[in-house]
């Protein structure tokens, strides 16, 4: 097939995003979900999850199964079995033995110098969409295990993700154990540690309290964060006490733009407290945080008096732009 056909046949799927009556492109879905593209078969599958086609979940499925045949070659990139997925779980299907099939897929393709496995996106969108199936929680957790020893880090916070979202206490057993041994990925401990606050285990926020005392300046920046984005009561006051300790001016600097993202009103109260008793780089962050913050609007008049009343000229430009007339 030439360049400009197979453009011609990629615009023609693309084009059936926009039908008025989903019903009348299921013929034209059908046929394109056979197609031995795998980037054609990817456009396919989400206008079917867009349109909401339940009717086609069975054509999802066989051509899943299709890219698992020589998958280098049908499907390099997991483009077709990535979409297929996100297909599925946006319809809702519910039955797990695909999302079985694709958490286990390895498929190592050649690159420069080597192999690497493209099936790490594909893993953890099926350890996601485990959640909501009819599996019962201990096979859940058990394919979510094996997953936080993936080789993929990605991988690794999905399935963090997957066990906050099933939301069990036994889940936690796994997320203290794999945040306790550590990861070669720092980001990976600091999504097993949102992950156990966010599902509210007891003792969670103690139990993250204590790698504020890391040796690994990255592990406390993750603990840091995990505590910040909590809504659980008293995280902030956690923050608070370690703020108190001889802090790297990077961890504290790191802690103040933590506490921008937090939904937590505590995170503003502390924010301005700092913005009070601190002066130069710090307040500015404190300033900035503020004004990135979800809580920039209820304390604009606070913010913009307490600035005024420092004498730092710096301090009042920067409010003069982050918190104009």
């Known amino acids: 097939m030439s360049k400009k056909a197979f453009e011609e046949k990629i615009a023609a799927v693309d084009a059936l995003r926009l039908a008025s009556d989903p019903q009348s492109?299921?013929?034209?879905l059908q046929k394109a979900l056979t197609d031995r593209n795998n980037y054609l078969v990817s456009k396919a599958a989400a206008i079917v999850a867009l349109h909401a086609l339940t009717e086609l979940v069975p054509n999802l499925l066989t051509a899943f199964q299709r890219f698992l045949n020589n998958p280098v070659k049908t499907d390099p990139q997991c483009w077709a079995k990535n979409a297929i997925i996100k297909a599925l779980k946006d319809l809702d299907h519910r039955d797990s033995e695909v999302y079985l099939r694709g958490i286990a897929h390895i498929q190592m393709e050649p690159v420069w110098g080597g192999e690497a496995d493209t099936a790490g996106t594909l893993r953890g969108a099926c350890a996601l969409a485990l959640v909501n199936t009819t599996l019962d929680d201990?096979?859940?957790l058990t394919a979510?295990?094996?997953?936080?020893a993936d080789t993929e880090k990605t991988v690794r916070m999905d399935a963090a993700v997957a066990v906050a979202q099933l939301g069990k206490q036994e889940g936690t057993l796994?997320?203290?154990?794999?945040?306790?041994t550590g990861d070669t990925e720092p980001?990976?401990?600091?999504q097993c540690l949102i992950a156990l606050?966010?599902?509210?285990a007891e003792g969670a926020k103690e139990f993250t309290q204590q790698f504020l005392s890391s040796k690994d300046e990255y592990v406390r920046m993750e603990a840091i964060a995990a505590l910040a984005q909590s809504r659980v009561e008293g995280a902030i006051e956690v923050l608070k006490t370690h703020w108190k300790k001889r802090l790297e001016p990077t961890e504290r600097k790191g802690l103040v733009q933590s506490l921008a993202?937090?939904?937590n009103p505590a995170s503003a109260e502390f924010l301005i407290e700092i913005l009070t008793e601190e002066n130069g780089d710090l307040a500015a962050t404190a300033?900035?945080?503020?004004a990135s913050s979800r809580f920039r609007t209820e304390q604009r008049e606070r913010i913009k008096t307490l600035v005024q009343s420092k004498p730092d000229l710096n301090l009042h430009r920067i409010a003069a732009s982050l918190f104009p007339e």
Do not use: C
Not at 144 to 148: H, K, S, V
Not at 187 to 190: D, Q, R, S
Not at 287 to 290: M, R, S, V, Y
């Open 25 to 28: 492109v299921l013929p034209q």
């Open 138 to 140: 201990m096979q859940v």
């Open 144 to 148: 979510l295990t094996d997953r936080l």
């Open 174 to 180: 796994l997320l203290r154990l794999k945040a306790l």
């Open 187 to 190: 980001e990976v401990t600091g």
């Open 197 to 200: 606050l966010s599902i509210g």
């Open 261 to 263: 993202a937090s939904p």
């Open 287 to 290: 300033l900035t945080a503020l």
